[in-house]
């Protein structure tokens, strides 16, 4: 299984990004996925997860803000991201949780400065 990341940049304060990442090989139908970030010195926090029936999960400073959604068909998860503020700035991850294990995309860079 392999997870490709993309949709990170430089933006600023209030501003908006899609983050997206596909994952290709044996995927099963019953799986989770998910967007987790890091900043340097600190842990990888969830940001938000999504299951193969649509049930949402965000952290607190996520919510209302950040929407996740998914492509079964394409096996596609996205991070639609508005109101971006300076700490959300961070490396962020795609993680997808199935029965043969947990795969990680690499990371893609989110700067919001002004």
């Known amino acids: 299984v392999q997870l490709q990341a993309s949709g990170g940049g430089l933006v600023q304060p209030g501003g908006s990004l899609r983050l997206s990442c596909a994952a290709s090989?044996?995927?099963?139908?019953?799986?989770?996925m998910g967007w987790y970030r890091q900043t340097p010195g600190k842990q990888r926090e969830l940001v938000a997860t999504i299951t193969d029936n649509d049930r949402t999960n965000y952290v607190d400073s996520a919510k209302g803000r950040f929407t996740i959604s998914r492509d079964n068909a394409k096996n596609t998860v996205y991070l639609q991201m508005n109101g971006l503020k300076p700490e959300d700035t961070a490396l962020y991850y795609c993680?997808?949780?199935?029965?043969?294990?947990?795969?990680w995309g690499q990371g893609t860079q989110v700067t919001v400065s002004s």
């Open positions: 090989g044996s995927i099963f139908s019953r799986n989770v």
């Open positions: 993680k997808l949780i199935q029965r043969t294990g947990d795969y």
